[in-house]
């Protein structure tokens, strides 16, 4: 590959990492090193691109991505690394799970997509289909330090081969860590370098029989590589670091996972904060799916705010209902997720037999901290179909979303303040709307935040399609009423709604729609305004 021109926030960096001499800046791409035993960093991959015209290294960071240098797919190296997202320009095909080339092991997969990370010289390359029987590299989340030792890997040029066919690595000490930048020299002088052949190559953390990815080669001076000018001796390198961008690496990882997922089944969707994070903070809310297998997948939010791809894991918080244990999930007819405090976010649930349960705390493992709120005697208010609909928000003083608000079949809308500490207790209860004849057609509620109030808003969809917002919910009632979607409206079509924050994590709250043709989309930032722009999720 050619040679790459510095620009002057590369060159600052170099200055002040690099002191024994100017890095040449040209992509760097394999490593002056000892052959790895088979079987070891087995996750390495060789990419061909363009028929043979340029090759790099990379790591697979999941079954279906492999994580390398962006530099390997620009038009030109020496006017910088900026590609764009989608198909590789070349054909390129990537080898892993092979230590040594010449022989059968290993798998071969086509390049499909490149996802870049802004700035820094590292893409995300999405293989046609999932890599087998090779253990994927835990990218780190903490950075290097000046002092520490890493190895770095790569297939390329060494100092007596000009194509080598196996994997070398060596031992690197970190000189210097700057913004998205590792400054690196060999630990034995006399045999490490990173040369050209493998853009991209890992440079791995090992400690406590761990391995973790923290950067990948990106520029070297060459010294010691075969081919290079004799006067040229420094060895130094610069990688890229990639242990801040694990958030980033795992939501791209997942995103084919959670295109899979079968949402035309989805029953209830369910929002808060179960994982981690808070409102206001950097990770956005997750949600909680139950099927009509009556299966409850939880799917953690993420910290970057991309509307298309707001989740980067699941947790599988309940089985199949064919599947031991038993579930009880295919009882539960209202589900709203709430805030008790003291911990992860919870959930109140309605059973077939009336009884209401409240999980104060619903995290990865499952549901915790169960209170019974209304016995499930098959008798009383909660049984039978008398509720219609229920959600739970901020609509007092409180700063907990655990305000209990309840449509009825006859058209009563009532709350329950402050469940947590008051259930359900008669004393307590708040009648906001007397029986009549409209509320009954509420097809579905959701709290959220929407107008800027003190306290929460209340979102309604209709059964003829409208969709209106009561701004401002508290204990004295309903204060007004803002049209976003007319009668007749496509939102006649949704048949599942969930309200949360999941993409910017503060007010105005977004909104996911399950349609009655399966396909899932999330309206953000809604607000008093309208729905606004529509992202498609699904299908």
């Known amino acids: 590959m050619g040679r790459r021109s510095r620009a002057a926030r590369i060159a600052g960096i170099l200055a002040t990492t690099i002191a024994a001499g100017s890095l040449v800046a040209t992509p760097a791409h394999a490593v002056v090193g000892e052959s790895v035993s088979a079987g070891t960093y087995a996750f390495t991959a060789k990419l061909e691109i363009g028929d043979g015209n340029r090759t790099c290294s990379g790591a697979l960071v999941d079954k279906q991505w492999v994580l390398t240098a962006a530099s390997c797919f620009a038009e030109n190296p020496n006017k910088g690394f900026q590609i764009a997202e989608g ?10 799970g092979s230590t040594d080339l010449t ?37 780190g ?10 190895k770095v890997a790569g297939f390329g040029r060494t100092k007596t081969a000009w194509v080598p066919d196996r994997l070398h690595s060596a031992a690197f000490t970190v000189d210097s860590v700057q913004g998205g930048s590792i400054g690196i020299s060999p630990k034995s002088p006399a045999d490490g370098a990173v040369c050209k052949g493998d853009t ?34 420094g060895r130094n390198a610069l990688d ?23 949402w035309g089944a989805a029953t209830h969707i369910v929002s808060g904060y179960f994982t981690g994070g808070s409102a206001g903070g950097s990770r956005h809310m997750d949600l909680i799916v139950r099927w009509s297998d009556s299966e409850v997948t939880l799917y953690q939010g993420g910290e970057n705010n991309d509307p298309h791809h707001p989740f980067v894991a699941e947790y599988q918080l309940a089985k199949p209902v064919k599947q031991n244990p038993k579930t009880i999930w295919q009882f539960a007819k209202n589900i709203t997720g709430a805030s008790f405090g003291n911990g992860t976010d919870g959930m109140v649930v309605r059973w077939g037999d009336g009884e209401l349960t409240q999980y104060t705390h619903v995290d990865k493992n499952g549901f915790h901290g169960e209170k019974t709120l ?39 809308v009532t709350m329950y303040p402050d469940l947590n500490t008051n259930g359900l207790a008669e004393k307590s209860k708040k009648t906001l709307v007397q029986k009549n004849t409209t509320w009954p057609y509420a097809t579905q509620i959701s709290a959220g935040e929407f107008a800027g109030k003190k306290t929460a808003d209340l979102l309604v969809r209709w059964v003829d399609g409208e969709t209106t917002i009561y701004p401002g919910v508290d204990a004295a009632g309903l204060h007004g009423e803002i049209q976003i979607q007319k009668k007749k409206s496509y939102m006649t079509h949704a ?13 105005p709250n977004d909104l996911l729609v399950r349609w009655e043709d399966g396909k899932l ?13 529509e992202f498609k999720l699904w299908g």
């Open 141 to 150: 989340t903490t950075a290097p330090a000046p002092g520490e030792e890493l």
């Open 200 to 233: 991209g190559g890992p440079a791995l953390r090992e400690a406590n029989g761990r391995v973790e990815l923290v950067g990948i080669n990106s520029m070297s001076m060459h010294g010691g590589c075969l081919g290079a000018d004799p006067a040229k001796t």
């Open 495 to 507: 048949t599942v709604m969930g309200v949360g924050a999941f993409v910017a994590n503060k007010v």
């Open 374 to 412: 209304a016995p499930g005697n098959h008798k009383g208010p909660w049984a039978a179909d008398h509720v219609k609909q229920m959600t739970a928000g901020r609509y007092t003083g409180n700063a907990q979303r655990d305000d209990l608000l309840v449509v009825w079949d006859d058209g009563r």
């Open 87 to 96: 198909a590789p320009k070349w054909k390129t095909t990537a080898t892993v």
């Open 240 to 262: 890229t670091r990639v242990d801040d961008l694990s958030t980033w690496v795992q939501k791209l990882s997942y995103r084919d996972v959670f295109r899979k997922s079968p």
């Open 521 to 533: 989309t999330m309206f953000a930032a809604v607000d008093a305004a309208g729905l606004h722009k």
């Open 103 to 139: 022989k059968s092991a290993g798998s071969v997969s086509d390049v499909v997509e490149l996802v870049p990370y802004e700035g820094r010289d590292v893409v995300m390359a999405r293989l046609a289909k999932p890599i087998a029987g090779v253990t994927p590299v835990t990218v």
